[in-house]
């Protein structure tokens, strides 16, 4: 059974950072292409950030570049999202996601797997 847990999610205040940390189990972690997406309430999901198997590039959301790097620890089956100087506008639940087949970037919403998500609430 494939599991992808998310931690590190809180409040923080605007120009604060967090670490978000997606723990995988069940799968060949390697082999996957690894992902964050974000919802806020009202609002579609948005991808925020994808980084392939091999960790030679990343692609990240306008919205986020220059703030959030993500990063994979393929040893430790995790993938993690750093996000700094963070903005209200940032507040959503935080999701990561895998796909075996296909790199997570702009413009790719679907994925073989997805976790339960981690609340991140910046206050302004």
């Known amino acids: 059974q494939v599991q992808l847990i998310e931690s590190g999610g809180g409040l923080v205040q605007a120009g604060g950072s967090l670490r978000l940390s997606c723990a995988a189990s069940?799968?060949?972690?390697?082999?996957?292409?690894m992902g964050w997406f974000r919802q806020a309430p009202g609002k579609e999901r948005e991808f925020v950030a994808g980084?392939?198997?091999?960790?030679?590039?990343?692609d990240y959301a306008d919205s986020v570049k220059g703030r959030f790097t993500i990063s994979r620890d393929n040893a430790k089956n995790r993938v993690y999202l750093q996000m700094n100087s963070l903005k209200p506008e940032d507040t959503a639940v935080y999701y990561c996601?895998?796909?075996?087949?296909?790199?997570?970037?702009?413009?790719?919403?679907?994925?073989?797997?997805r976790g339960q998500g981690t609340q991140v609430t910046v206050s302004s």
């Open positions: 996601a895998a796909d075996l087949t296909r790199m997570i970037q702009v413009g790719v919403y679907s994925y073989n797997y």
């Open positions: 069940g799968l060949t972690f390697s082999n996957y292409h």
């Open positions: 980084i392939p198997r091999s960790s030679n590039w990343r």
